[in-house]
């Protein structure tokens, strides 16, 4: 996870390569949430598509944000099979809070939720979920991030589930809260074994 979050940086990270990622969804969201009954969906930095695709697939209504032009075009030419079910936008998250109680699941999948004054960016993603709505947030086990020699940022400038989970007051009800291994091989070049997950369900 880079220091780097701004639009320049992930354009370029994007144009480097002709596809960044696999195209497969992330595993930890398939596991939790395939057995959840379809609604509205908030795919929190979305890239090329992967999870998006999956769950519009899976008869869910996504609204998909990226920072990044080139991954957003991207991933809408890979779901012309899906395309009245996903909506693709261009935006960020942490400036512009998407609409309150809109969404029966926001997932956060490896996204770099920096601190901002007054928490204003992770009260938005939280407000997003609707009553009885699920918020899933996964990311990178930090000793795993020290492993790839990721020296170039500072942890204590992201908020990491195991925090989110500490901030979700009496109307939440955290159902999963651990460090796991992936579900699938590491990436090449890298030390990523484990995933720390977060899954809560609000009540109201």
């Not at 320049?8 to 480097?16: G, K, L, P």
Request: net charge negative.
């Amino acid at each position: 996870m880079a220091r780097h979050t701004g639009v320049q940086f992930w354009e370029q990270m994007y144009r480097s390569r002709e596809r960044l990622f696999s195209g497969a969804p992330n595993g930890v969201l398939v596991t939790e949430v395939a057995d959840l009954p379809p609604g509205q969906a908030l795919d929190v930095g979305c890239g090329e598509g992967g999870d998006a695709l999956w769950l519009a697939r899976r008869g869910w209504r996504v609204t998909a944000v990226d920072i990044s032009h080139t991954a957003l075009s991207r991933a809408a030419a890979a779901g012309a099979d899906v395309a009245g079910r996903v909506a693709w936008k261009h935006g960020d998250l942490t400036a512009t809070p998407p609409p309150a109680g809109a969404f029966d699941l926001v997932s956060i999948q490896y996204f770099p939720l920096e601190r901002r004054s007054g928490r204003t960016a992770l009260r938005g993603l939280l407000d997003a979920v609707a009553p009885g709505g699920t918020l899933l947030v996964v990311s990178h086990d930090l000793a795993d991030l020290a492993a790839d020699g990721e020296h170039d940022f500072d942890p204590d400038d992201y908020y990491w589930p195991d925090e989110v989970a500490g901030l979700l007051d009496h109307d939440w009800t955290v159902l999963i809260a651990e460090t796991r291994p992936r579900t699938a091989p590491a990436p090449a070049g890298t030390h990523h074994t484990r995933d720390t997950v977060l899954r809560a369900q609000r009540s109201r």
